[in-house]
């Protein structure tokens, strides 16, 4: 996280008209999106290789 968001604040300052609904994606969206979806499916994956 803290790695998205020094990439993040190195793009600001390379390129001051980045869009912001994009860096609301980059910052939010994709780790819930992660935290939602890729995680459940890992656990899923770990239980049924528990058995």
Do not use: G, H, W
């Amino acid at each position: 996280m803290f790695a998205a968001l020094i990439f993040t604040n190195n793009l600001l300052l390379i390129n001051q008209s980045i869009d912001i609904d994009y860096l609301v994606y980059l910052l939010f969206l994709r780790p819930l999106i992660y935290v939602n979806f890729v995680l459940p499916c890992l656990d899923e994956i770990k239980m049924k290789s528990d058995i």
